[in-house]
């Protein structure tokens, strides 16, 4: 299966800034996914990735707050814009494998202070 | 609405013995995938055992088994012989047309 990495494991943000999150697969994927994991909950999938298109968004995410982009079919950043303490999350990029399964990132640890 | 449905926040289970854990959804594909995901505490998200919903086979990986019952909706998670590393959460998702439905987990503690 493929193997990601995500980078960073974790920051500490101030409310306002951006954060701009990576990953990189070792093989070509059509499809990134980019997830929210919000504390003790489970996973809230933000947009899925293609590339050479705009990110498909889901409901209640907008680009704007949430720009992405897929320059090619190993890489993917997520940026989480303006931040508030709302935006404290683990964050995980998953791609779809060829044996049915999904692969994740080891996911981006997010706190906003 | 396609839902998955977890309704044990936790369980419990002594080290060597085994426990199950449940998962029901629903959804009006005839066509989908059903997973089961471990999410110890360093946060990775590791596929555990997946099925595709036309076959009748329950999937089975070494300690790991389902008991897939496509009528009842329901694709519950047997693990034998616990042992402490698979203290966990695990979730459950179900895959319709690439997009991930996910329940709301289940806390797996290890007693030893």
């Known amino acids: 299966s493929a193997v990601i990495s995500q980078k960073p494991s974790r920051d500490i943000c101030q409310r306002g800034t951006s954060l701009t999150i990576q990953c990189q697969v070792d093989s070509q994927v059509t499809m990134m996914f980019w997830y929210r994991q919000q504390p003790g909950q489970s996973l809230t999938l933000i947009a899925t990735a293609n590339q050479g298109s705009e990110a498909t968004y889901e409901s209640g995410f907008v680009i704007d707050k949430f720009p992405i982009s897929r320059p090619n079919l190993t890489f993917s950043t997520l940026t989480v814009s303006n931040m508030s303490p709302e935006d404290s999350s683990i964050y995980l990029c998953s791609v779809e494998g060829p044996d049915l399964g999904y692969t994740f990132g080891s996911g981006t640890r997010l706190t906003v202070v | ?112």
């Open chain 2, 1 to 112: 609405a396609q839902t998955v449905t977890q309704s044990q926040p936790e369980m419990s289970v002594q080290e060597a013995e085994t426990v199950t854990l449940s998962c029901t959804y629903d959804t009006s594909e005839s066509d989908y995938y059903l997973f089961w995901y471990k999410q110890p505490p360093s946060r990775q998200m590791i596929l555990v055992i997946r099925q595709e919903a036309y076959k009748q086979q329950n999937a089975t990986e070494n300690r790991f088994s389902v008991n897939f019952q496509k009528a009842a909706k329901s694709f519950s998670l047997k693990i034998s012989d616990s042992q402490l590393g698979d203290a966990a959460m695990y979730f459950c998702a179900m895959d319709s047309n690439y997009q991930l439905i996910w329940g709301a987990g289940t806390k797996l503690i290890i007693k030893p």
